[in-house]
């Protein structure tokens, strides 16, 4: 069973910068993609961000592109979501999710979340 684990969220100002990390644990992680996604009070659930299992590709949301970048250590089972440039709009519970496979597809294992606030 895998378990995910989000850490790096917190509150800031609009413009300042903050590191996710997504700490895999108890399965299989290097073999497949993952994906950042995040909530909003009132909203649907979205992707932000999704990488495949050996880093080479990335994929982005338009509302990330230009100022999130994902990334990956498999050597630490480790995958992090640099976000620059925040808004008030990137507010949200923000998840991480391993995909079934090694390319971005579905997401069978989800982690709790972490909250990220940004003040105008």
């Known amino acids: 069973q895998v378990q995910l684990v989000e850490s790096g969220g917190g509150s800031v100002q609009a413009g300042g910068s903050l590191r996710l990390s997504c700490a895999a644990s108890g399965g299989a992680f290097s073999s497949y993609a993952v994906g950042w996604f995040r909530q909003a009070p009132g909203k649907e659930r979205e992707v932000v961000a999704q990488?495949?299992?050996?880093?080479?590709?990335?994929y982005y949301a338009d509302s990330a592109k230009g100022r999130f970048t994902i990334s990956r250590d498999n050597a630490k089972n480790t995958v992090y979501l640099q976000m620059n440039s925040l808004k008030p709009e990137d507010t949200a519970v923000y998840y991480c999710a391993r995909g079934a496979s090694r390319w971005p597809g579905e997401y069978d294992y989800w982690g709790q979340g972490t909250q990220v606030t940004v003040a105008s």
């Open positions: 990488i495949t299992w050996n880093g080479v590709t990335t």
